[in-house]
């Protein structure tokens, strides 16, 4: 994730360059021409500031409550877990128990 600062040079950098990404991706080294462009659109919409968009939490609570539920009944595996529920992996289910769980 790249801060702040870090977007705003290099959209400095494109501007100053002529709107030329290929070249402010080079000097840089840091943005992919898909990033850059993502950036000078949200700086764009945003009259000359960027804001990080917020995504939806993929599960809800209430998923990772019965996950951690399940986990508890069913003999604390965490692969066996992660199969009955078509969770992706044991190391997101981990995770939830380090929040849910005292």
Partial sequence: ???EADRLRAIE?????????????????YPTE????SWIEAWKA???????????PRYSTAQKQAAVDHYLTHGRCLAYTCRELG???TAIL?????????
């Fill in 13 to 29: 950098l494109y501007f100053k360059y002529g709107k030329k990404i290929v070249a402010v991706v080079r000097e840089l080294g």
């Fill in 94 to 102: 981990n995770c939830w128990l380090d929040e849910l769980l005292p």
């Fill in 87 to 89: 969770y992706p992996c």
């Fill in 46 to 56: 945003g009259d000359g500031t960027i804001k990080s968009v917020k995504r939806k």
């Fill in 1 to 3: 994730m790249y801060s």
């Fill in 34 to 37: 898909r990033h850059l462009r």
